[in-house]
């Protein structure tokens, strides 16, 4: 897959995961003149929610939980949701929502937002 530069999608992304196989996107963040932002040193955080006040999260994805994976000095960002994972997941509806922040100290940046659409499965 390739690897989309965060800021051609303006902050916003359709995630599009397919119910029972592996989610796994990698996104590379860098800034304005097109270098690398340097990753080392940071904590990330997305969840997925059917709606932005929903109370509950229907997943939730860290660099502490394996979800996440920081590439440091190459700034990419894995995202990770097991074949597992994908099958449990169940929307309300037809799409949910998520934000994807990353944490360097006590400065919080909103990197992504936007809608996720579970695609269902047809072979089980």
Avoid: C
């Amino acid at each position: 897959m390739a690897v989309p530069k965060i800021e051609e999608y303006s902050e916003q992304l359709t995630l599009t995961i397919e119910e029972g196989a592996t989610f796994d996107i990698t996104l590379t963040w860098k800034d304005e003149n097109d270098v690398l932002i340097d990753l080392t040193g940071y904590s990330a955080r997305m969840q997925i929610r059917s709606t932005i006040s929903a109370a509950a999260s229907l997943h939730e994805l860290t660099d502490s939980n394996g979800g996440i994976v920081l590439g440091d000095a190459a700034g990419t960002i894995q995202l990770l949701i097991t074949a597992a994972d994908t099958a449990a997941l169940a929307f309300p509806g037809k799409s949910a929502v998520y934000d994807l922040e990353l944490v360097n100290g006590t400065v919080v940046t909103r990197l992504l937002r936007g809608t996720v659409l579970l695609s269902k499965e047809v072979t089980r």
